[in-house]
């Protein structure tokens, strides 16, 4: 429940952002936006209320968690830490040399691997994945992907 | 005369009937994967159509989703997992085939199935796009506003647990969709300074990080490394033919099933999942023999296989010939169109007929193609099953980021979608799904052009209501939005039935 009001609180915070940044424009570039952002507003405060009116007629207790673990710090936590990590490298580090340690890494968090051979295995087929998408995009699509400073 | 022979022309080449074949295989493979949607498949091989041309690309697009439909219902009768949603009828009596013994039996019926429905749906599209594209070639903006309104609403119903809450995915996605220079005003708006988003958040790349990364972040937290287990089949002589034969002797089975998915595919927000169920449900309704449902019999293969077989032209005919994409799958398909330059909506069929009328002719072979190529794909299929989920998770994602940098060669464009994927990714924890906010987001921009027009006729002296409500298509589609908000509390008797059936 704590969960819904704060995504609640956050959406109708979002929504009044969004009404104040185009409130200046003109009629043709505000209308639109502010009516949307009227609308969401609504929907959000008839949904929240809608629940917590139905908590109470249920007469159920609020269970209080920790938001962000309850969100995030599952095991897609760890996987969305290494997207984030993959394309923050991806430029600096070059296409290659990132996506090779990004399909590895996560990879060997999925499987849980500690022999050396499956590590061996796993990055050979990040290394083959990695470059045979290289060449299909390069060479076949003429698509020149991040080099980075290694090259 | 001349403009069916070169509409021929253009759509029977080497390279064509080649791109076709490759996208009903490849989208059949991919999506016999659990957890790999056709929406997914879609969205993970458009980045690989750019350098196509527009025609060759839309065929491939269409022969993958095709395939894609079909390819749901192989894991559904070999491990009892469904590919995608779509597939989850045919578990009902493909899997106690497969038990019985009886597997590829239930693999050609449900190609038979899917192909049969297909060639009925390419059929309606080829008759009925054009056809309700001329009708809407007549809408003027309030019009065009009313039907974005209607797709809006009956999406927001169809696709969430919480109506409400659908809503809400769907007004955040037309909010996103505001960013960048507005379509009449000009302004720029919710850029925060970054030039990138002046020409609005790039929908493909949103696309593919709305239906790739929430998914993928799904299957990482389940615990199976593999998806399914070794499965094998024999295979036996003369299956096909005595298929074909039971089918045949069914007719009324199959137009009936071939129809609903029509309905279903024309329909906002219903998908190939419901007209699965809906036909098979019908095939119960309909049998003499009911109680043999559910043990393993024929009928309940091809009911649904049908209906998600046709389902796939119905879903087609709203985006060609409105612009308004019904089933998520389509919603990637608009993502296809306008990379070519080409805005989805009754214009289509006038300025773009080189291209639509091959793309129909073409989505009718690949149906066709399907009839062949599902009696070798499921022996493809039941090895792909068994790739281990920690390749093929970092695979997709890997694809997901290659897809979206190669858009436009810019690493904006894959920051986009991360963040929006990890946006899909926390709203489906709050059951906003990634349908209405796609809808939304293509629906947003076409929904403002046509407001604001109407606001303008307004301003240049008419009444308000003599805009919006002074037109019996206006006031038909009015009445067509109540209906949709007032109807999952009519029909809740009946999705209770279907949901126990």
Partial sequence: ?151 | MEHIISIFESLLTFQNILFIIVGVAGGALISSLPGLTATMTLALIIPFTFSMNATTSLLLLGGLYVGAIYGSAIPAILINTPGNPSGIATTFDGYPLNKKGETEKALMASGVGSSTGGIIGAIALLFLAPLLASVALSFGPPQLFWITVFALTIIGTLTSQSQLRGFIGGAIGVLIGCVGIAPIGGDVRYTFGMWQLQGGIELVSALIGLFAIPQVLEMVKEEKIRIGKVVSYKHKKGVLKEVIKYALKRPYLMIRSALIGIIIGIKPGAGGNIAGIISYNEAVRWSKEPEKFGTGILDGVLAPDTATGSEVGGSLIPLLALGIPSAPPTAVLIGALLSHGMIPGPELFKKYSDIVYPFLFGFLIANIALFFLAIYLPRISSKLVNIPRYFLIPTIVFLCVVGSYSIRNSIFDVYIMVIIGLLGYLLKKFDITAAPLVLGLILGPIMEKALIQSMLLVKSGESIGEVFFGNAISIALVLLCILALIWPFISKKHSLIIEEK
């Fill in chain 1, 1 to 151: 429940m704590i969960r819904d009001v704060v995504f609640a609180i956050l959406l109708i915070v979002a929504s009044v952002i969004g009404y104040i940044k185009v409130e200046n424009l003109s009629f043709t570039s505000s209308f639109f936006p502010e009516m949307v952002c009227v609308v969401l507003t609504t929907l959000v405060f008839i949904d929240i209320t809608l629940r917590i009116v139905k908590r109470i007629i249920k007469k159920q207790s609020i269970k209080k968690k920790n938001l962000f673990i309850d969100l995030f710090a599952d095991k897609a936590g760890v996987a969305i830490i290494l997207i984030l990590l993959y394309i923050v490298i991806l430029k600096d580090l070059g296409f290659i040399a990132s996506s090779i340690l990004f399909i590895g890494l996560l990879s060997l968090y999925i499987k849980k691997v500690s022999r050396v051979l499956d590590i061996l295995k796993i990055f050979t087929f990040s290394f083959l994945v990695t470059l045979f998408f290289y060449f299909i995009f390069y060479h076949l699509f003429n698509i020149q992907l991040p080099r980075g400073i290694i090259s």
